[in-house]
């Protein structure tokens, strides 16, 4: 193994330590997120949960997600001098929920702000696995409100 190589290894009890803690963070923080696929209706306005409340609406699942609404909690860092977009959250999952969350057509999350209210936002780029120590397992989405 190379210098760079001894100095970047981690050991597995270490490994496992920031794992648990990762699975903590999404088993404890996470909130009930709505996948909402392509075909049927459209959510209703006074209740988005129920896909339009229609036999044509359109199929939806449910996702545990921690959502971080602030940039400066973001785990994935914007580059320096990029400015988002107003309304831009960040998700993040465990990688066996990313298939499904890549199939959606939109994603709705409880908006903090509003009670009861739930907020729809569209995927604003392709899912990562990167700024994780332990690689295969988490993912991170970027999604940018719509409505």
């Known amino acids: 193994m190379s210098f760079a190589g001894h100095l970047l ?5 270490t490994l496992r330590l920031v794992r648990d803690g990762q699975d903590d963070l999404i088993d404890f923080n996470a909130k009930d997120c709505v996948l909402v696929y392509a075909g049927g209706g459209s959510a209703s306005p006074t209740n988005p949960w129920d896909g339009g409340g229609d036999s044509a609406a ?19 860092r914007v580059p320096f001098g990029t400015k988002l ?17 890549v199939r959606a057509s939109y994603l709705l999350i409880a908006d903090p702000l509003a ?23 988490y993912f991170v989405c970027n999604w940018m409100r719509v409505a």
């Open 58 to 76: 359109a199929p939806t699942e449910v996702v545990r997600l921690v959502v971080a609404w602030e940039e400066r909690d973001f785990w994935v």
């Open 115 to 137: 009670s009861g209210q739930r907020a729809k936002f569209e995927r604003a780029g392709d899912p990562v696995d990167q700024s994780n120590i332990i690689q295969g397992r």
């Open 9 to 13: 290894a981690i050991d597995d009890a």
């Open 85 to 101: 977009p107003d309304g831009t959250v960040q998700t993040k999952g465990y990688l066996t929920d990313v298939d499904r969350v």
